[in-house]
């Protein structure tokens, strides 16, 4: 089941949506979903979870641009994809900014907003960003694909995420996050570490280069990992 959430103040605007929506549905069968709708941005920001599949945004709400709600879901979700609904063409090319999917003209008109919402059906299927991570602070929470994870380390009781140039900090244990993570190919080279294997550039025999980072591979873990790290290239080491 797919989850659209919708941002729209207009509630003339907010039944056409919701009726080419019902319409789509009763077309193709196969697409079930539910939907959240809001009047307001900082409604959206509060109440938004990090779950959603499909995001249709109203460029213009009364306490907000609908760009600049885009821009702070963005910074918490990766992964949503983004549809503004409006009449203002120029807003369009700034949606690039935000990694928006489409934009859709008001008024609304079935065929082009089935076109579309079928195309964005599509790159959902193909996108997958298989299995998700969601890391929270004290100020707000974000969902990552874990496909951009390079490596986890436990760091006390804390566990931290690299991901490039950043690494994210939570509390927590690996094996919290260890099922999770096997299902995205990943595995333990040490008790301290879990490692993507889709990073991995040099297995030696003391350690692992993951990312162009030295990791240590430990005696009771070297043939575990050797037997992942084989399964995953599909062959033997």
Known sequence: MYKITILEDEQSQLDKLLGVLSRYSEENPSFEYSVDTYDRGINLLTSYKQDADILFLDIKVPDMLGMDVAKKIRLRDENVMIIFVTNLTQYAVEGYSVNAFDYILKPLQYASFSAKLSRALKTLSYRNPGVLIELKNKESGRRVSADNITYVESSGHDILFHMGQETVRQWGTLGKYELLLEKAKFARCNASFLVNLKYV?????????????????????????????????????
């Open 201 to 237: 550039e040099v297995i030696r025999k003391d350690d692992v280069i993951v990312a162009g980072e030295s990791i240590p591979i430990s005696r009771g873990k070297r043939k575990e990992f050797l037997s992942a790290y084989a399964q995953y290239k599909g062959g033997t080491l």
